[in-house]
């Protein structure tokens, strides 16, 4: 049973505009969130992080939400930029040793 | 640093035979994870470590084994391959502590069991 889903396994977004990756998860234990960025034949690269005391967290471009409620956060890259095309994991844990992945996101970003 | 390193890059196996990944990591870091992916789907955790010593079983244990002797290494063992372990696994290591339990990975190992 997959606890943390991606729904779109594609996105494609315009140079300039803003990327939304969508990440849901079921396991309200669930505490601490990350995102990861891959690119072909090479492993995954954390990207940024949140922690469930937190609804948002910012690290330059990208942005990271949390909705409790929902259980649901969202990845937003703002501006895209063509060197952001990747597959985007999110990933998440209730206990800091065992993490949950997503399918992931692949994201194309159009010059 | 040269972070987590694999070895080999790719390998297949025959059926029933054995194997091992290595991992190595440089950053002194606590926790460290073994992963694998098949096609389009996510990474799950078949193993980790949060110490030498240390080890526990992950989502995907079934047909593994590991050890962590040093903080440095954490090897996966494959015993008796079947075609269900073809795929690419990952290693990881993590601080741990802190709340920094953001995950460096190595660069995979390509398994093919046929």
């Known amino acids: 049973d997959q606890q943390v889903k991606q729904n779109s396994p594609s996105l494609s977004v315009q140079e300039g505009r803003i990327s939304i990756l969508n990440c849901d998860y079921t396991?309200?234990?669930?505490?601490?969130f990350l995102w990861y960025k891959k690119y072909p034949a090479e492993g995954p690269t954390f990207l940024i992080s949140?922690?469930?005391?937190?609804d948002k967290n910012e690290d330059g471009r990208f942005t990271v939400f949390l909705n409790k409620s929902a259980k649901h956060l969202s990845l937003h890259i703002v501006p895209s930029q063509p060197g952001d095309s990747a597959v985007y994991f999110c990933?998440?844990?209730?206990?800091?040793?065992?993490?949950?992945f997503g399918t992931g996101t692949s994201l194309t970003v159009i010059p | 640093n040269a972070g987590v390193t694999q070895t080999p890059k790719f390998r297949i196996l025959k059926i029933g035979q054995s194997m091992t990944l290595q991992c190595t990591q440089d950053?002194?870091?606590?926790?460290m994870y073994w992963y694998r992916q098949d096609p389009g789907m996510g990474l799950k955790l078949i193993y980790y470590?949060?110490?030498?010593?240390?080890?526990d079983k992950g989502e995907v244990p079934n047909g593994y084994n590991v050890s962590r002797s040093t903080t440095e290494d954490f090897p996966l063992r494959l015993e008796l391959a079947a075609p269900s372990q073809t795929s690419v696994y990952f290693c990881?290591?993590?601080?741990?502590?802190?709340?920094?339990?953001?995950?460096?990975f190595g660069p995979g190992t390509r398994l093919t069991v046929t």
């Open positions: 396991n309200s234990m669930f505490d601490y």
């Open positions: 990933a998440a844990s209730a206990t800091g040793n065992q993490f949950y």
């Open positions: 990881a290591s993590s601080p741990g502590q802190g709340f920094r339990y953001e995950q460096y």
């Open positions: 470590s949060v110490g030498a010593g240390i080890t």
């Open positions: 950053m002194n870091h606590n926790y």
């Open positions: 949140i922690s469930s005391i937190k």
